[in-house]
């Protein structure tokens, strides 16, 4: 079983300043992960993702993320919040179910990004 | 369009009746699931199609919940003599060949569904 722990449902910061969202995760296999933003109303778009490799992972919108194994944590940071970054962020983890083809997302609870003139 | 579509974007029911809610997937996805997103709260899983064939409902809470995606293509999700706390928005997403676990889903804006 795969879960997600979001720490901190509120996260506010001023513009300008270091965005950092945490996230931990559980699975029993090398997981998939992912963030995704959330606008009022509006479905979910991918940030960036996790599958092998590099574990320093580049997104969209100048979001980066770290895989930490030993952590089992993928935190996200962007070193300027600007306005436009407010919105919902979701973290997720995917794991093919064995011998499966299903890649159904587990996702956090979710952090609430707000940002400060 | 070139992104999941879904229909209604809002929907207004009282207890008990029967709602339908459409996904049109990315044109040519293979994958498509279903995940129900209370308020506050992430989304959870409810179901996955590969193509026609529904290969996972464990997330469907009751029996009151029905997938289908007959001709592997559009889905429907059929919610039964509707309950209070079936009231959330219902996202659908769409990737493509289920062999590649590395391609993100793409997500539509939901349906919001209120019951009264």
């Known amino acids: 079983a795969q879960s997600v722990t979001q720490l901190g449902s509120h996260v506010s910061v001023s513009e300008g300043a270091l965005v950092l969202l945490r996230c931990n995760y559980s699975?029993?296999?090398?997981?998939?992960l992912f963030w995704y933003v959330q606008y009022p109303n509006q479905g979910l778009q991918l940030l960036l993702k996790y599958t092998t490799g590099a574990t320093l992972v580049k997104g969209i919108n100048g979001f980066e993320a770290e895989f930490k194994k030993s952590e089992t944590s993928f935190h996200l940071t962007k070193p300027s919040a600007h306005m436009s970054d407010a919105a919902e962020y979701f973290c997720a983890v995917s794991e093919r179910e064995s011998g499966g083809s299903n890649y159904k997302l587990t996702f956090g609870k979710g952090t609430l990004l707000t940002v400060n003139p | 369009g070139a992104g999941v579509s879904q229909s209604p974007r809002y929907k207004v029911a009282k207890r008990g009746q029967d709602v339908a809610l459409r996904c049109d997937p990315i044109s040519g996805h293979v994958s498509l699931f279903w995940y129900q997103q209370a308020l506050g709260q992430g989304p959870e899983f409810l179901t996955y199609f590969q193509n026609e064939a529904q290969l996972d409902k464990s997330g469907l809470p009751s029996d009151r919940f029905f997938a289908e995606r007959p001709e592997g293509s559009v889905s429907t999700l059929k919610i039964q003599r509707t309950q209070q706390e079936d009231s959330a928005v219902y996202l659908c997403?769409?990737?493509?060949?289920?062999?590649?676990?590395?391609?993100?889903?793409?997500f539509g804006d939901g349906t919001r569904l209120s019951i009264l």
């Open positions: 997403a769409s990737s493509g060949h289920p062999g590649q676990g590395t391609q993100p889903q793409h």
């Open positions: 699975s029993s296999v090398p997981p998939y």
